[in-house]
């Protein structure tokens, strides 16, 4: 069950994070484009608007799933509207710059977003492992599947 505040109960996105091998290639890139960003926050533009907005608005993050395995997390600040080079609105997911690293989990491939259940949620990793240097993504993968994290 999902957190509750007020009507809504919170829920999460996960996502594959395409074109990273490492949590350290999100922020890569994430810095590289700080710059074009408003207000410095990084953000991901989807196709699809999430119907349950006001729950993933309610304390929910962006999962991303790293080649195979979700390593990381990021608060979803806000939706704002925004159009794609063809002219088709699309939904600006706007992210906090903070990455949070989260324990290994495997998830197989999948299009878009899904929404993700708390409960489902890996667990952040305590603070003195967020600064671990990332395992090889299928090492992570073989560990997760095993039950070691």
Not at 33 to 40: F, I, N, S
Not at 69 to 97: F, N
Request: glycine share 8%.
């Amino acid at each position: 069950m999902g957190l509750r505040k007020g009507n809504a109960v919170t829920v999460h996105l996960i996502k594959l994070c395409v074109g990273a091998d490492s949590v350290e290639d999100l922020q890569d890139w994430q810095t590289s484009q700080r710059a074009r960003w408003p207000e410095g926050c990084a953000r991901h533009v989807t196709r699809m608007w999430p119907r349950r907005e006001a729950e993933v608005l309610d304390g929910g993050s962006l999962y991303w799933v790293i080649k195979g395995v979700v390593l990381a997390r990021q608060r979803i600040l806000r939706m704002e509207e925004t159009q794609g080079a063809d002219g088709t609105p699309r939904c600006a997911l706007i992210l906090d710059a903070g990455i949070v690293r989260t324990e290994p989990a495997p998830r197989r491939p999948f299009q878009g977003w899904r929404y993700l259940a708390p409960d489902d949620a890996p667990r952040d990793l305590p603070a003195a492992r967020a600064e671990d240097d990332t395992l090889p993504p299928d090492l992570a993968h073989a560990l997760a599947e095993i039950g070691l994290r």
